[in-house]
């Protein structure tokens, strides 16, 4: 009995010298019994087709009886015949392409790309070459969270308590961070500072420097500029007020802004009572609204530096309102518009009736070639309203609204005016770089 069986475990070229040898050290060659193929000595001996070819150098499937053919290791042909089991599909009954991508996770057009297919019509016993998975990284994120500081006014239903909790402040941090005295005074009807965690469009990295300033000549008019890259996260761009303690009911000269203020830039504002230097537009300064009027358009900043030229969506006789400009940091409303999507306009709002207004006089404009490129534009030559148009569209501006004119026009760079306003002026608009303070939102 034990001879026949050892004959029979020679026959399938089982044994070595010594004897049987375990499954754990197969054999490196096997001979081939008549009516073998390689596919049924790769089945019987736990390699591939393919690893039987490339170790026995045939380049057909002719095999003979008595042939001696080389086998890889063991977990050579393992690895072998799990790498080729992965790279092939065997169509079953219910099978999608759908179904098939996801379980071998690729995808539908790897698939067809992969075999050749034009359209997702398979086939029972077709056979799909499976390719590669491929680790595609994670996509890299488009927002992130900032701490954002509002004026929050506390309603009649409130406490203190259940105010700062809603903040997740303790009672003594909110009376510190408004600057009181004692919690009795947080009462309701008031307004309150609160911080806000808020997402928002991580910025794009810079192009150029925070701010540069050049003497241009377009259109042969000569001209101050001032480009702002608002891309800069501690670029600041903020009204500059000739008195900080009261907001207004003073004024000053551009170049007395410039000093007092610190600002890389300042170049003055928009239209003023001449008297009481009252704005005749909205002005939002830190979140706050300090001045509101007949203006309809406005440069509006948020607090992570976006800029955008557009109208109040709140109706004059509704103001004032805690809705007007929300989210928006700095807002200086100006006008008219003299350019809208690189287009040059000429008919104004009925907001504009001084016929003063559109004679010659030297110009001051404010204007966007993108939400992240603020341009200052400030000339002391006589021009129409509709030639400053012209001169903000020839430096590559899209949007762009007057300043005030005349005697108001003035701009200063580093300290110093370039171009010094003759009058005093309500306010300026300064541009601050290297800002490491507290953001804000309406």
Same mark, same amino acid.
């Given at each position: 009995m034990r001879r026949t069986s050892l004959l029979f475990l020679i026959l399938l070229g089982l044994t070595g010298p010594a004897g049987p040898v375990l499954a754990a050290s197969a054999p490196r060659t096997v001979t081939v019994r008549a009516g073998d193929t %390689?596919? *049924?000595? &790769?089945?019987?001996?736990?390699?591939? /087709?393919?690893?039987?070819?490339?170790?026995?150098? @045939?380049?057909?499937?002719?095999?003979?009886?008595?042939?001696?053919l080389r086998l890889g290791g063991s977990a050579s042909a393992s690895a072998t015949t799990a790498a080729t089991n992965a790279q092939r599909h065997t169509v +079953?009954?219910? !099978?999608?392409?759908? %179904?098939?991508? #996801?379980?071998?996770? $690729?995808? $539908?057009?790897? @698939? +067809?790309?992969?075999n050749s297919l034009t359209s997702s019509v398979i086939r029972t016993g077709q056979t799909l070459k499976i390719p590669a998975r491929t680790t595609r990284p994670a996509p890299a994120p488009t927002t992130e969270v900032r701490v954002v500081y509002r004026h929050v006014r506390m309603t009649a239903g409130d406490t203190p308590t259940r105010?700062?909790?809603?903040? #997740? %402040?303790? /009672? !003594?941090?909110l009376r510190r961070l408004n600057g009181l005295n004692t919690a009795r005074l947080i009462v309701p009807g008031r307004k309150l500072l609160v911080p806000s965690r808020v997402p /928002?469009? =991580?910025?794009?990295?810079? /192009? *150029?420097p925070a701010v540069s300033f050049k003497r241009l000549t377009p259109l042969s008019v000569p001209v101050r500029i001032a480009n702002v890259d608002l891309r800069h996260r501690d670029t600041l761009i903020a009204p500059v007020l000739a008195s900080p303690r009261a907001a207004f009911g003073s004024g000053a000269r551009v170049s007395q802004l410039a000093r007092n203020s610190g600002a890389k830039v300042v170049i003055n504002g928009s239209y003023f009572h001449p008297q009481t230097y009252a704005p005749a537009g909205d002005i939002v300064m830190q979140g706050r609204m300090l001045t509101?009027? #007949?203006?309809?358009?406005a440069l509006a900043i948020t607090p992570d530096n976006r800029a955008t030229i557009r109208a109040s969506t709140t109706p004059l006789l509704q103001r004032p309102l805690d809705t007007t400009w929300a989210g928006m940091e700095t807002v200086i409303a100006t006008g008219p518009r003299i350019l809208s999507g690189g287009q040059l306009i000429t008919r104004y709002n009925a907001a504009f009736r001084d016929p003063? %207004?559109?004679?010659?006089? &030297? *110009?001051?404009? =404010?204007g966007l070639i993108s939400n992240r490129d603020l341009v200052l534009v400030s000339t002391h030559m006589k021009l129409t309203t509709t030639e400053m148009g012209r001169v903000m569209a020839r430096l590559g501006i899209r949007d762009a609204l @007057? @300043? !005030?004119?005349g005697s108001s026009t003035g701009i200063a760079w580093n300290g110093q005016a370039a171009l010094d306003s003759v009058r005093k002026v309500s306010y300026g608009i300064g541009v601050f770089t290297d800002y490491t303070g507290r953001r804000y939102a309406r």
């Open positions: %390689l596919y *049924r000595i &790769a089945t019987r001996t736990g390699t591939s /087709v393919a690893a039987l070819r490339a170790a026995n150098g @045939l380049k057909g499937d002719v095999i003979r009886a008595g042939q001696v +079953k009954q219910g !099978d999608t392409l759908s %179904l098939i991508a #996801r379980r071998y996770g $690729v995808s $539908v057009a790897a @698939l +067809k790309a992969g105010f700062a909790a809603r903040y #997740r %402040l303790s /009672v !003594d941090h /928002v469009p =991580i910025p794009p990295r810079p /192009v *150029r509101w009027g #007949r203006i309809p358009m003063a %207004l559109f004679g010659r006089a &030297a *110009r001051s404009a =404010i @007057l @300043l !005030d004119g």
